[in-house]
């Protein structure tokens, strides 16, 4: 079994300012993580996901995450945020060793970019 | 627009009624994902298809709620004496390759 855990229900940044939206997880088999966004009355969207190779990840819209094995974390970084990456961002993972591919969320984190 | 679909984006319904959804996955994702978000949780996975074969229920899923993928196409959540505490968003997703593609969802209201 897993578990996630958003430390930051929210997370209140002027824009421009960089942002971390910390997430842990616990599992006894190897996993895939992932990050999610939801923004306003919107579906969720994959954001970025770590599978395999370099543990550090990046989005095309400037997101990045850095998997840490010994910490058991998948922390995701913005250098400079925009108003619209207002949201809720979900972190994610998925039984690298099972066959089904479901996903167990985090609470996730709601980010507001304030002008 | 070719994502995932999910009809009603909403339903209001009094205790003790049923109520069916539905979600078009995209063509050719032969996973289909059932997932249950409730206000300031995370999404909480309920059951998936391979096609058409239903593989895993959790143990979220009781003997009210009954879920099926006829010919291995759209899906079907049905909930049956709805109960206050099945007030909650339902998401659906589908996938290929391991990457899930979520619908909208389904706001189900129980007064």
């Known amino acids: 079994a897993q578990s996630v855990t958003q430390l930051d229900s929210q997370v209140p940044v002027f824009e421009e300012a960089p942002v971390e939206l910390r997430c842990n997880y616990s599992s006894s088999v190897s996993v895939y993580l992932f990050w999610y966004v939801q923004y306003p009355n919107q579906g969720l969207q994959l954001l970025l996901k770590y599978l395999s190779g370099s543990t550090l990840v990046e989005s095309i819209n400037g997101f990045e995450a850095e998997f840490n094995k010994s910490q058991t974390s998948f922390h995701l970084r913005k250098p400079s945020v925009h108003i619209s990456d207002t949201a809720e961002y979900f972190c994610?993972?998925?039984?690298?060793?099972?066959?089904?591919?479901?996903?167990?969320f985090g609470k996730g984190t709601l980010l507001t970019v304030n002008p | 627009d070719t994502g995932v679909s999910q009809d009603p984006r909403h339903k209001i319904t009094k205790r003790g009624q049923n109520v069916t959804f539905r979600c078009d996955p995209i063509s050719e994702h032969n996973r289909l994902y059932w997932y249950r978000q409730t206000l300031g949780q995370g999404p909480e996975f309920l059951t998936y298809?391979?096609?058409?074969?239903?593989?895993?229920k959790s143990r979220l899923l009781s003997d009210r709620f009954s879920a099926e993928r006829p010919k291995g196409s759209f899906s079907t959540l049905e909930i049956q004496r709805t109960e206050q505490g099945d007030s909650a968003m339902y998401l659906c997703a589908s996938s290929v390759a391991g990457r899930q593609f979520f619908g909208p969802g389904t706001r189900l209201t129980v007064l």
């Open positions: 298809f391979q096609n058409e074969a239903q593989l895993e």
């Open positions: 994610a993972v998925s039984d690298r060793e099972g066959s089904n591919y479901k996903l167990t």
